[in-house]
């Protein structure tokens, strides 16, 4: 599966942007799709992830209620919307899917649960 994320930008503190993340190349499956960030010289971070239901979603401590997860099933498409947008948000936010659509609130935080991500888009948040 190829995943497209976009919506990245610059952005003042405070502001908002809503990401996306498109996914083609798979017959439709019922996988849990995530969102993680990297920022220079740090790990990458698990921001979210949400079931194809989106009845199990978790979030990373920091974004808590500020960002949003959801889908689109019928575009393929996950979204992440930002609010409240902080300097330490800024990073470079990649998507993620899986097939299996089983797994637990531990394992949906780790990358290796995922076998498809996409190319990254860049969101960079002023002070």
């Known amino acids: 599966v190829q995943l497209q994320a976009s919506g990245g930008g610059l952005v003042q503190a405070g502001g908002s942007l809503r990401l996306s993340c498109a996914a083609s190349?798979?017959?439709?499956?019922?996988?849990?799709m995530a969102w993680f960030r990297q920022a220079p010289g740090k790990e990458r971070e698990f921001v979210a992830a949400?079931?194809?239901?989106?009845?199990?979603?978790s979030y990373g401590e920091p974004v808590k209620g500020r960002f949003t997860i959801s889908r689109d099933n019928a575009k393929n498409t996950a979204y992440l919307q930002m609010n409240t947008l902080k300097p330490e948000d800024t990073a470079v936010y990649y998507c993620a899917s899986e097939i299996t659509g089983r797994l637990i609130t531990s394992t949906m935080r780790k990358p290796s649960a995922y076998d498809s991500w996409g190319q990254g888009t860049l969101v960079t948040v002023s002070s």
């Open positions: 190349g798979r017959p439709s499956s019922r996988g849990f």
């Open positions: 949400t079931s194809w239901s989106g009845g199990k979603t």
